[in-house]
């Protein structure tokens, strides 16, 4: 482990095809690249006096995705719960594997994370347990939050993923999803917009949509930078891909979150039991009293192969990671799977 200039903790993985650094003072992942591509991942939390310049990246909302109620706001719960607001603590590590635990007081649940880098090429596997000590069960969420940054964001950079239907987090409540629509496509004001690119208008800003394969995955591609990222998870872990955009002042590109997790609704747990589904798919997960549960995701890191326009689709096989491409042949990553 090693300390930067302004003593945050980081726990670093290397081999000699990519790097991984995670920060301990909130737990996020703020950078993975294959050896020779930039970093795509980076958010500082905003307008947050405590934690000021906070790194998140790739950031866990837990035990929440979005506001807490009046009450539990007035109580300090914060937006998209604790797990970015505590330390987490490093158990072992080597070069290539890390684990690393966080106690969130305010909801009642520890989280154990098993991270491992791929010997060879830049595929990282994430393993991260729930546990409930408390002899009451507890409604809960986890949305993972990857975020892109500049310079691999910008106006050029294409979204692919095998999400399905959705819907806008904007629309009224109860029943957002009464405008729907397919993936890519969403709509705003009755204009049909492309959620692959991000232009100067981030509007819709947040979308939602469920995942009907058995694995889901999202990959986003930067002609300006040659380099690509992606993901991919277990639908029967994360079934909901929530699509977050936005921009700066100038209209410029900022951030892309490329998010998923157990809901689909940005609200508050009385509004989400009180809906309880959208598209059959629950909006909450549950754990009893002494329970644990375990969810995992791969992640992936490589140089842009020439030609490419986005991706078709990703497989994941036993432990190897196939990216069929928007343009000629694939990408073929191994050593670490999903099973």
Known sequence: ???????????????????????????????????????????????????????????????RWGPPAPGEQAAGMPFHGEATRVRWNLG???????????????????????????????LLRVDETWVNPRPVGKIFNVVQHPTLAPPFLDASTVVDTNARKGFSQHAPLPDPERVSFD???????????????????????????????????????SPSTRSLIGYAWKRAD????????????????LAR???????????????????????GRPLTTFLDAGATATRS?????AKLPDGWTGVRSVVVRGTTVEILGRGHGALVLRGLGLD
């Open 297 to 301: 995701y791969l992640a992936f890191n």
């Open 92 to 122: 072992t590590q080597s070069d290539r594997e890390a684990t690393m635990d966080a106690s969130l007081p305010m909801a009642g649940l520890d989280i154990h994370r098993r991270a491992r880098l791929a010997s060879g090429d830049a």
């Open 183 to 221: 993936w890519p496509r969403a709509r705003h004001e009755g204009t049909v917009v492309d959620l692959r690119r991000l232009g100067s208008d981030p509007r819709p800003n947040v979308t939602s949509f469920v995942i009907d394969d058995p694995v889901g995955w999202v990959v986003a591609c």
């Open 1 to 63: 482990m090693a300390r930067p200039q302004n003593e945050r903790p980081l726990v670093r993985l290397r081999t000699g095809q990519a790097e991984v650094v995670f920060d301990l003072g909130g737990g996020s992942l703020v950078d993975f690249h294959a050896t020779g591509c930039p970093n795509p991942l980076g958010w500082l939390a905003p307008d947050d006096r405590d934690v000021a310049n906070r790194p998140m990246a790739h950031f866990l909302c837990c035990d």
């Open 257 to 279: 979150g490329l998010e998923f997790g157990t809901t689909g609704l940005h609200q508050p747990f009385d509004v989400l039991t009180a809906k309880g589904s959208i598209f």
């Open 238 to 253: 994360y079934p909901w891909f929530n699509c977050w955009r936005h921009v700066d002042e100038r209209g410029s590109p």
